[in-house]
Nanobody, 117 residues
Framework: QVQLVESGGGLVQPGGSLRLSCAAS????????MGWYRQAPGKQRELVAF???????NYAGSVKGRFTISRANAKNTVYLQMNSLKPEDTAVYYC???????????WGQGTQVTVSS
């Protein structure tokens, strides 16, 4: 059964930190590069960070130096540590394999991150 369960979002002040977690089913997680995506109101979903099965990482320019992605292969879990949060980071955050499409892939419910004073 396909499963993606994101958690850890919330309301945080600018400059604050959050750690997101995503529990994935083995069918999605194993051998796939996994990514964190986000979608702000009125905007398209974007990939902000990904990590390969071997542990190599890549970040969008807007989050580089502030976000850190990691994965625990034994737990089928991927994490996103978000520091120095900005109001423009406000979005619903989702995890999925890299290359997942809106039309043909399963997506979890996401977790809301709101950065506001």
């Amino acid at each position: 059964q396909v499963q993606l369960v994101e958690s850890g979002g919330g309301l945080v002040q600018p400059g604050g930190s959050l750690r997101l977690s995503c529990a994935a089913s083995g069918s999605i997680f194993s051998s796939n590069a996994m990514g964190w995506y986000r979608q702000a109101p009125g905007k398209q979903r974007e990939l902000v960070a990904f990590i390969t099965s071997g542990g190599s990482t890549n970040y969008a320019g807007s989050v580089k130096g502030r976000f850190t992605i990691s994965r625990a292969n034994a737990k089928n879990t991927v994490y996103l540590q978000m520091n120095s949060l900005k109001p423009e980071d406000t979005a619903v955050y989702y995890c999925n394999r890299v290359g997942a499409t809106m039309m043909y892939d399963y997506w979890g419910q996401g977790t809301q991150v709101t950065v506001s004073s």
